[in-house]
């Protein structure tokens, strides 16, 4: 089958770097994305990596180790508007689906002043 | 506004009742997906299409659920004789067929269904 797992919450404090975990068991992987969702909100996109290594977009960067199943999210210079919650994503592909992504359910991160 | 939209925002209905939700993909889009998500849980997926076919729907989901994307823009997910399990909030996204940029999703403000 096809899980991830993600810690359920994470708090850190205005201005720190944060990381988030992400490790999958997926067949026929093709990458691992990143959403953020606020309350209330859709998620929006951050990030994908297809291939091994760092990706980095402004603020946050986003790993992935193929041979580990492991990924994870990085968050540095916290602002408040960062709490949200953090879905990591995988695109897979089997001999019986056609491309489809499944969400793992999701790091609540929490920012303290 | 050329983002994902979707109609209704929120829906009540009585169990048993059929209900019919509309998503309007971002127009040069061709991958269109629709989504379940429960409070504390991330996105479940249901369905997914490319142009007017569908490719893929989840094992998960019964009979009761259909959807269709007719000429290949706007689609529609309905839900027969509902149950109060179906109560959820329902997101549809779109993604473009381009090369490093199909894996890029944009969602819709989804629909809240709430079944008595």
């Known amino acids: 089958g096809q899980s991830l797992e993600q810690p359920s919450e994470v708090t850190a404090v205005e201005g720190a770097i944060v990381q988030i975990n992400c490790t999958y068991q997926?067949?026929?992987?093709?990458?691992l994305s990143w959403y953020q969702q606020h309350d209330g909100g859709a998620p929006t996109f951050l990030s994908y990596n297809a291939l091994d290594g760092l990706e980095e977009t402004g603020r946050f960067s986003s790993f992935l180790s193929r041979s580990d199943s492991y990924g994870y999210l990085l968050l540095q210079e916290l602002q408040m508007k960062d709490s949200a919650s953090y879905f990591c994503?995988?695109?897979?592909?089997?001999?019986?689906?056609?491309?489809?992504?499944?969400f793992g359910s999701g790091t609540r991160l929490s920012i303290r002043p | 506004d050329t983002g994902v939209s979707q109609d209704p925002r929120h829906k009540i209905t009585k169990r048993g009742q059929n209900v019919t939700f509309r998503c309007d993909p971002i127009?040069?889009?061709?991958?269109l997906y629709w989504y379940r998500q429960t409070l504390g849980q991330g996105p479940e997926f249901l369905t997914y299409?490319?142009?007017?076919?569908?490719?893929?729907k989840s094992r998960l989901l019964s009979d009761r659920f259909s959807a269709e994307r007719p000429k290949g823009s706007f689609s529609t997910l309905e839900i027969q004789r509902t149950e109060q399990g179906d109560s959820a909030m329902y997101l549809c996204a779109s993604s473009s067929d381009l090369a490093g940029a199909f894996n890029e999703q944009f969602f819709g403000p989804g629909t809240r269904l709430t079944v008595l």
């Open positions: 994503a995988v695109r897979s592909h089997t001999y019986s689906s056609a491309s489809k992504i499944i």
């Open positions: 299409f490319q142009n007017e076919a569908q490719l893929e």
């Open positions: 997926t067949s026929g992987f093709y990458g």
């Open positions: 127009s040069e889009h061709n991958r």
